[in-house]
Protein backbone atom coordinates (compact mmCIF):
# COMPACT_ATOMS: atom_id res chain seq x y z
CA UNK A 1 0.00 0.00 0.00
CA UNK A 2 1.43 3.35 -0.99
CA UNK A 3 2.35 5.31 2.43
CA UNK A 4 4.71 7.46 2.05
CA UNK A 5 4.50 11.36 3.23
CA UNK A 6 4.49 13.76 0.38
CA UNK A 7 2.34 11.53 -2.25
CA UNK A 8 0.48 14.33 -3.48
CA UNK A 9 2.06 17.80 -5.27
CA UNK A 10 1.34 21.15 -4.13
CA UNK A 11 -1.42 23.18 -5.77
CA UNK A 12 -4.74 24.37 -6.75
CA UNK A 13 -5.66 21.17 -7.77
CA UNK A 14 -4.62 18.93 -4.32
CA UNK A 15 -8.45 18.24 -3.29
CA UNK A 16 -8.59 16.18 -7.07
CA UNK A 17 -4.90 15.00 -6.90
CA UNK A 18 -6.77 13.62 -3.45
CA UNK A 19 -9.79 12.09 -4.69
CA UNK A 20 -7.72 10.45 -7.62
CA UNK A 21 -6.01 8.75 -5.39
CA UNK A 22 -8.20 7.28 -2.52
CA UNK A 23 -10.52 6.50 -5.47
CA UNK A 24 -7.72 4.05 -6.49
CA UNK A 25 -6.84 2.76 -3.57
CA UNK A 26 -10.22 2.12 -3.09
CA UNK A 27 -10.90 0.58 -6.32
CA UNK A 28 -7.60 -1.68 -6.15
CA UNK A 29 -8.35 -3.20 -3.31
CA UNK A 30 -5.08 -1.65 -1.17
CA UNK A 31 -7.68 0.30 1.14
CA UNK A 32 -10.11 -3.05 1.85
CA UNK A 33 -14.21 -3.41 1.57
CA UNK A 34 -15.69 -2.74 5.22
CA UNK A 35 -12.17 -0.85 6.60
CA UNK A 36 -12.72 1.39 8.55
CA UNK A 37 -11.09 5.15 7.66
CA UNK A 38 -10.60 8.28 9.39
CA UNK A 39 -10.06 11.78 7.78
CA UNK A 40 -7.00 12.57 9.82
CA UNK A 41 -5.55 9.17 9.31
CA UNK A 42 -5.72 9.10 4.90
CA UNK A 43 -4.23 12.77 5.06
CA UNK A 44 -1.69 11.27 7.29
CA UNK A 45 -1.17 8.50 4.65
CA UNK A 46 -0.88 11.14 1.82
CA UNK A 47 0.81 13.68 3.01
CA UNK A 48 -1.70 16.52 3.03
CA UNK A 49 -3.53 18.56 5.58
CA UNK A 50 -6.87 17.97 6.40
CA UNK A 51 -8.60 20.46 4.18
CA UNK A 52 -8.32 18.11 0.33
CA UNK A 53 -9.07 14.66 1.83
CA UNK A 54 -11.87 15.90 3.16
CA UNK A 55 -13.28 17.40 0.09
CA UNK A 56 -12.01 13.76 -1.38
CA UNK A 57 -14.12 12.28 0.93
CA UNK A 58 -17.12 14.02 0.30
CA UNK A 59 -16.73 13.42 -3.60
CA UNK A 60 -16.27 9.25 -2.34
CA UNK A 61 -19.31 9.28 -0.19
CA UNK A 62 -21.25 10.65 -2.96
CA UNK A 63 -19.99 7.76 -5.42
CA UNK A 64 -20.98 5.43 -1.91
CA UNK A 65 -17.13 4.19 -2.46
CA UNK A 66 -17.16 5.78 1.51
CA UNK A 67 -19.80 5.05 3.90
CA UNK A 68 -20.82 6.55 7.33
CA UNK A 69 -21.80 3.76 10.26
CA UNK A 70 -24.28 5.01 12.22
CA UNK A 71 -24.13 8.32 10.73
CA UNK A 72 -20.39 9.14 11.99
CA UNK A 73 -17.89 6.40 11.50
CA UNK A 74 -15.80 6.15 8.20
CA UNK A 75 -15.16 3.12 6.12
CA UNK A 76 -14.90 1.90 2.86
CA UNK A 77 -18.33 0.88 1.33
CA UNK A 78 -18.90 -3.21 1.27
CA UNK A 79 -21.26 -3.98 -1.09
CA UNK A 80 -23.89 -6.28 -0.57
CA UNK A 81 -23.80 -9.21 -3.12
CA UNK A 82 -27.23 -7.21 -4.37
CA UNK A 83 -25.72 -4.32 -4.99
CA UNK A 84 -22.98 -5.48 -7.17
CA UNK A 85 -25.77 -7.67 -9.09
CA UNK A 86 -27.57 -4.39 -9.59
CA UNK A 87 -23.99 -2.56 -10.96
CA UNK A 88 -22.95 -5.70 -12.84
CA UNK A 89 -26.16 -5.00 -14.75
CA UNK A 90 -25.65 -1.36 -15.33
CA UNK A 91 -22.25 -1.85 -16.30
CA UNK A 92 -23.17 -4.69 -18.87
CA UNK A 93 -25.17 -2.49 -20.88
CA UNK A 94 -22.40 0.62 -20.49
CA UNK A 95 -19.59 -1.62 -21.54
CA UNK A 96 -22.20 -2.56 -24.64
CA UNK A 97 -22.17 0.73 -25.69
CA UNK A 98 -18.56 1.68 -25.67
CA UNK A 99 -17.63 -1.26 -27.70
CA UNK A 100 -20.53 0.22 -29.85
CA UNK A 101 -18.98 3.75 -30.02
CA UNK A 102 -15.52 2.39 -30.17
CA UNK A 103 -16.06 0.23 -33.58
CA UNK A 104 -17.31 3.48 -35.16
CA UNK A 105 -15.19 6.27 -33.34
CA UNK A 106 -12.06 4.85 -32.59
CA UNK A 107 -8.82 6.23 -34.52
CA UNK A 108 -6.29 3.26 -36.34
CA UNK A 109 -3.70 4.01 -33.39
CA UNK A 110 -6.53 3.44 -30.88
CA UNK A 111 -7.20 0.23 -32.58
CA UNK A 112 -3.56 -1.16 -33.68
CA UNK A 113 -3.08 -0.32 -29.57
CA UNK A 114 -6.11 -2.83 -28.51
CA UNK A 115 -4.79 -5.61 -30.83
CA UNK A 116 -1.60 -5.33 -29.66
CA UNK A 117 -2.98 -6.01 -25.64
CA UNK A 118 -5.20 -8.45 -26.78
CA UNK A 119 -2.20 -10.52 -28.48
CA UNK A 120 -0.11 -9.33 -25.49
CA UNK A 121 -2.70 -11.33 -23.51
CA UNK A 122 -2.90 -14.39 -25.83
CA UNK A 123 1.29 -14.57 -25.33
CA UNK A 124 1.42 -14.89 -21.18
CA UNK A 125 -1.47 -17.65 -21.55
CA UNK A 126 0.33 -19.58 -24.07
CA UNK A 127 3.25 -19.27 -21.53
CA UNK A 128 1.01 -20.32 -18.78
CA UNK A 129 0.44 -23.37 -21.20
CA UNK A 130 3.55 -24.01 -21.86
CA UNK A 131 4.51 -24.84 -18.28
CA UNK A 132 1.90 -27.90 -18.60
CA UNK A 133 0.87 -26.58 -14.95
CA UNK A 134 -2.59 -25.17 -13.54
CA UNK A 135 -1.97 -21.43 -13.52
CA UNK A 136 -1.16 -19.65 -10.51
CA UNK A 137 -3.71 -16.89 -9.25
CA UNK A 138 -0.55 -14.55 -10.17
CA UNK A 139 -0.22 -15.56 -13.37
CA UNK A 140 -3.96 -15.26 -14.34
CA UNK A 141 -4.35 -11.90 -12.16
CA UNK A 142 -1.12 -10.98 -15.12
CA UNK A 143 -2.98 -11.99 -17.59
CA UNK A 144 -6.16 -9.89 -16.80
CA UNK A 145 -4.09 -7.19 -15.64
CA UNK A 146 -3.30 -6.55 -19.74
CA UNK A 147 -6.97 -7.33 -20.72
CA UNK A 148 -8.28 -4.89 -17.80
CA UNK A 149 -5.79 -2.40 -19.62
CA UNK A 150 -7.68 -3.03 -22.91
CA UNK A 151 -11.12 -2.63 -21.73
CA UNK A 152 -10.02 0.39 -20.45
CA UNK A 153 -8.37 1.17 -24.23
CA UNK A 154 -12.07 0.08 -25.47
CA UNK A 155 -13.83 2.32 -23.46
CA UNK A 156 -11.67 5.41 -23.98
CA UNK A 157 -11.94 4.68 -27.71
CA UNK A 158 -15.54 5.61 -27.65
CA UNK A 159 -15.05 9.34 -27.24
CA UNK A 160 -17.36 9.82 -24.57
CA UNK A 161 -16.65 11.38 -21.52
CA UNK A 162 -19.93 10.73 -20.02
CA UNK A 163 -19.70 7.66 -20.55
CA UNK A 164 -16.70 7.04 -19.19
CA UNK A 165 -17.95 8.65 -16.01
CA UNK A 166 -20.64 6.44 -15.65
CA UNK A 167 -18.72 3.33 -16.34
CA UNK A 168 -16.11 4.35 -13.66
CA UNK A 169 -19.42 4.54 -11.17
CA UNK A 170 -20.78 0.89 -12.13
CA UNK A 171 -17.18 -0.49 -12.09
CA UNK A 172 -15.45 0.66 -9.24
CA UNK A 173 -16.01 -3.12 -7.18
CA UNK A 174 -15.15 -5.03 -10.28
CA UNK A 175 -11.35 -5.39 -9.84
CA UNK A 176 -11.20 -6.25 -6.02
CA UNK A 177 -14.21 -8.62 -6.55
CA UNK A 178 -12.71 -10.00 -9.36
CA UNK A 179 -9.00 -10.49 -7.53
CA UNK A 180 -11.05 -12.23 -4.64
CA UNK A 181 -12.80 -14.22 -7.14
CA UNK A 182 -9.55 -15.51 -8.46
CA UNK A 183 -7.74 -16.52 -4.70
CA UNK A 184 -11.03 -18.47 -4.44
CA UNK A 185 -10.91 -20.01 -7.75
CA UNK A 186 -7.32 -20.57 -8.65
CA UNK A 187 -6.34 -22.28 -12.00
CA UNK A 188 -10.37 -23.06 -12.36
CA UNK A 189 -11.18 -19.62 -13.11
CA UNK A 190 -12.41 -19.40 -16.76
CA UNK A 191 -9.65 -17.44 -18.11
CA UNK A 192 -9.65 -19.74 -21.88
CA UNK A 193 -13.23 -18.42 -22.18
CA UNK A 194 -12.48 -14.96 -21.62
CA UNK A 195 -9.98 -15.31 -24.76
CA UNK A 196 -12.51 -16.57 -27.27
CA UNK A 197 -14.31 -13.66 -26.23
CA UNK A 198 -11.69 -11.07 -26.30
CA UNK A 199 -10.90 -12.31 -30.04
CA UNK A 200 -14.36 -12.01 -31.28
CA UNK A 201 -14.53 -8.73 -29.42
CA UNK A 202 -11.08 -7.42 -31.41
CA UNK A 203 -12.65 -8.77 -34.37
CA UNK A 204 -15.37 -6.73 -34.24
CA UNK A 205 -13.97 -3.68 -33.77
CA UNK A 206 -11.61 -3.77 -36.55
CA UNK A 207 -14.13 -4.55 -38.89
CA UNK A 208 -15.76 -1.35 -37.36
CA UNK A 209 -18.77 -3.62 -36.71
CA UNK A 210 -20.49 -1.77 -33.85
CA UNK A 211 -23.70 -3.72 -33.29
CA UNK A 212 -21.72 -7.03 -33.59
CA UNK A 213 -18.99 -5.65 -31.15
CA UNK A 214 -22.12 -4.45 -28.83
CA UNK A 215 -23.08 -7.67 -28.68
CA UNK A 216 -20.02 -9.43 -28.18
CA UNK A 217 -19.19 -7.32 -25.17
CA UNK A 218 -22.59 -7.52 -23.62
CA UNK A 219 -22.11 -11.26 -23.15
CA UNK A 220 -18.42 -11.07 -22.27
CA UNK A 221 -18.96 -8.66 -19.64
CA UNK A 222 -22.29 -11.12 -18.42
CA UNK A 223 -20.42 -13.64 -18.25
CA UNK A 224 -17.53 -12.57 -16.70
CA UNK A 225 -19.50 -11.41 -13.45
CA UNK A 226 -21.55 -14.20 -13.36
CA UNK A 227 -18.34 -16.08 -12.64
CA UNK A 228 -17.51 -13.15 -9.90
CA UNK A 229 -20.80 -13.08 -8.06
CA UNK A 230 -21.67 -16.84 -8.05
CA UNK A 231 -18.18 -17.02 -6.14
CA UNK A 232 -19.34 -14.24 -3.82
CA UNK A 233 -22.01 -16.10 -2.81
CA UNK A 234 -20.88 -19.44 -2.23
CA UNK A 235 -18.30 -17.68 -0.01
CA UNK A 236 -21.45 -15.92 1.71
CA UNK A 237 -23.50 -19.00 2.41
CA UNK A 238 -20.23 -20.63 3.45
CA UNK A 239 -19.98 -18.18 6.18
CA UNK A 240 -23.53 -17.90 6.87
CA UNK A 241 -22.62 -22.48 8.32
CA UNK A 242 -19.30 -21.87 9.50
Not at 5 to 28: D, F, K, N
Request: a negative charge; charged letters at 25%; zero cysteines.
Amino acid sequence: MVTEAGLLSTGPTLAEQAYVVLRRLITEGELAQGRRVTERGLAAQLGVSATPVREAIRRLEQERLLERIDGRRLSVANPSLHRLYELNQVGVVLRGLAARLAAESATDEELAEIRKLHERSQQLLQQVRATKQPPTGEAIEDILEVTRQMHDLIDAAGHNTHLLEAIAAASAFDWATRVTSIDRLGSDYPVDRSFEEHRQLVDALLARDGARAEEVMQAHAKAGAEVILNQLQRDAAATRYV
